[in-house]
């Protein structure tokens, strides 16, 4: 290929099959140059997309040799054996082993002299001590499936009683040959018998002589068919096709669609709990020749197949896996470097929990670059890692354990820790979204004297996340201005605190609220020991007589605390101009100072304001309709003992 290639005049497949070659001896720099000139040369292709796509991330695909334990079957012979299945308490296969008769018959296709046809072989798993002997191997269905042509592979259903399997296309007991001279695949199905003899046997309906159909997978109640075929119509070689069960008949294949097939081919479809299909393709993006592949399936549909990573697939041929009830064990074939035949079943089991993640703003749900997600385990350790440069991280964690997973980033909050158990009894990588918040809530405001109408320095806000019980305080400094950043659907309390003053403060629920400044201001009063009102007639600042026992009361309280002063703030209604109320507040504030010195006060110990109509306590300002006892409440003085500092 390396000199093909070189020639101006090769066709562009040439370009192709020698990327696919460098794959295969492992030099994954070569490939991906010589895909991107395919890619150059042909457009429509599209497997080129895949392959340049998976070398670009080489490094996250072979990132950990220990994620599985893989490891060669005792069972394997020097010849070919592949498309292992679980049946019953032992395993079943695919072999071109000889079966030690008589009469030997051999392939056309044969690799050597000792191949001989394909046959289904049964394997019980070794007991303890046992030694791994492939002679004991007994053959399967010795009679009724394995001829003296190709058999196999073979797949069980409704409870191990029926049985799919491919053989050799025949017509009187003889190989049918295509146009091409090609002897294709049939599929059958068939009952087992207790005695594993094969009863009721009936051809798929859709098979035909002049393309292959093969490699089944039938649902337990026998209602889906899963097969690779090559017939016309499809996306390439060999595409997966679906075939469904109505009322005893099986419906007309319908091909899974370019999202599963390929320009390549693609076979050995294996659904596990009907959530997703393992299969094998060397049309998507791969190590080399045929891998490994996981779509899961949701509501019918298949998401993007996945590469299974290493050490399940490797730049040679790994195809055909299976995985058992606990979904942490499994098995697959291989003709990779090391095995013992052309073809061998490998075991795996899996040692690690494949976490992938994506960090994405949570109301954009784009991706955020350059996040820290943090990982803690039940024992408080903490491990963190970034994300790339399109929001995802990916990390592997021990199996059955507990975590807390969140992320973090300047600008932005982590709103809700998430659990994550890794007991699932699954050996696919787990996914995982975590949003986080782009900092854009708010509540602020300043922090106001009752009796100066000026704003407080020096105050201490304290903000309280109520179902949290977090607590965080700012100091206002000469502003008095606090500002906090507060969470989406949360409670909070916001209370502001200065020495001689009454700690005031105000509740606040942010459900639904995402971007926003929620201001609030405080009044704190000074602290008092005693706190009375004179209310006021119409545009009158005289102290009306109903008052004058109640203030007598007061003048006595005042005068037992020797240190103590009196605060005295007038107020008007919003009648009239703001420059009128505010001299008409004054003259209550004066009236009411008045009447406490000819009670024996004296005049330094009192100290009195008027703020005209700034501080109405309804909702009677100007232009708002009130009824005059409404207004009445606003033409007042309070009086306050305050505490000597």
């Known amino acids: 290929y390396a000199r093909l290639v070189v020639n101006p005049n090769s066709k562009p497949i040439i370009h192709f099959n020698y990327a696919q070659t460098l794959c295969m001896i492992g030099d994954y720099d070569g490939a991906l140059k010589a895909y991107r000139h395919y890619q150059q040369l042909e457009k429509n292709d599209g497997r080129e997309k895949l392959k340049i ?59 050597n002299e000792d191949e001989m046809p394909l046959n289904t072989f049964f394997v019980l798993p070794l007991k303890e001590g046992e030694q791994s002997e492939a002679e004991d191997i007994p053959l399967f269905y010795k009679r009724e499936l394995n001829s003296i042509y190709h058999d196999g592979p073979v797949a069980f259903f409704q409870h191990d009683q029926r049985i799919a399997f491919s053989r050799n296309t025949l017509r009187n007991g003889k190989p049918a040959r295509d146009a091409n001279g090609k002897i294709n695949l049939e599929l059958f199905f068939a009952t087992l018998e207790n005695n594993n003899t094969l009863s009721d046997a009936t051809a798929f309906p859709y098979n035909d002589h002049s393309h292959s159909t093969g490699h089944p997978w039938v649902s337990d109640d026998g209602h889906v068919l899963y097969f690779s075929s090559d017939r016309p119509g499809g996306f390439g070689g060999a595409d997966l096709y679906a075939s469904y069960l109505h009322n005893g008949k099986w419906s007309e294949p319908q091909n899974l669609g370019n999202r599963i097939n390929t320009a390549g081919d693609e076979f050995y479809p294996y659904v596990y709990k009907d959530s997703v299909m393992f299969f094998a393709s060397n049309g998507h993006g791969g190590f080399g020749g045929l891998d490994n592949f996981v779509a899961h399936i949701k509501q019918g549909s298949f998401a993007t197949p996945v590469n299974m990573s ?50 994405v703003e949570k109301l954009s749900k784009l991706p955020i670059a350059d996040a820290t997600v943090f990982i803690r385990d039940h024992s408080g350790n903490l491990d963190s890692l970034q994300t790339d440069s399109n929001g995802n991280f990916c990390t592997e964690l021990p199996l059955d354990q507990e975590f807390v997973v969140n992320s973090k980033k300047h600008g932005y909050t982590s709103i809700n820790d998430i659990r994550l158990v890794t007991d699932k009894n699954f050996i696919l990588t787990d996914t995982l979204t975590i949003p986080i918040w782009e900092n854009g809530l708010f509540a602020q405001g300043f922090v106001y004297s ?49 020495s001689g003053h009454i700690p005031d403060g105000f509740n606040l629920n942010t459900d639904g609220l995402y971007r926003a400044h929620l201001v609030n201001d405080i009044l704190l009063e000074e602290t008092f020991l005693e706190k009375m009102q004179v209310l006021f007639d119409f545009d009158e600042a005289l102290i009306k007589p109903e008052f004058h026992k109640t203030l007598d009361r007061f003048v006595r309280d005042l005068k037992r605390q020797a240190k103590a002063s009196v605060h005295i703030g007038a107020h008007a209604d919003s009648k009239g101009t703001n420059e009128y109320n505010l001299e008409l507040s004054a003259k209550r504030a004066h009236a009411v100072t008045t009447y406490l010195i000819s009670r024996g006060i004296p005049k330094s110990r009192v100290e009195a304001k008027g703020f005209g109509e700034e501080l109405i306590l309804n909702q009677c300002s100007d232009g708002v309709e009130c009824s005059d006892a409404e207004h009445s409440l606003n033409r007042r003085a309070e009086i306050k003992i305050q505490i000597g500092n």
């Open 450 to 498: 009752n009796e100066l109408q000026s704003i407080l320095p020096d105050a201490t806000v304290v903000l309280e996340n109520l179902t949290t019980g977090a607590i965080d305080s700012v100091n206002v400094g000469q502003r008095a201005f606090y500002k906090f950043l507060v969470l989406p659907n949360t409670r909070y309390r916001i209370t502001a605190r200065k």
């Open 310 to 359: 290493f050490p399940i697939n490797t730049n040679m041929d790994d195809f055909a896996l299976i995985i058992d009830h606990t979904g942490r064990n499994g098995l697959f074939s291989s003709n990779r470097a090391g095995g013992k035949g052309y073809d061998d079943i490998y075991s795996f089991s899996l040692n690690k929990f494949t976490l992938l993640g994506t960090v």
């Open 53 to 111: 796509a998976f070398l670009e991330q080489m490094d996250f695909h072979k990132r950990d040799s220990n994620l599985y334990s893989v490891s060669s079957c005792w069972f394997n012979s020097d010849q070919s054996d592949f498309s292992p299945h679980y049946y019953k308490n032992g395993i079943v296969f695919v072999s071109a082993r000889d079966r030690d008769l008589f009469i030997k018959r051999k392939s056309m296709s044969a690799l």
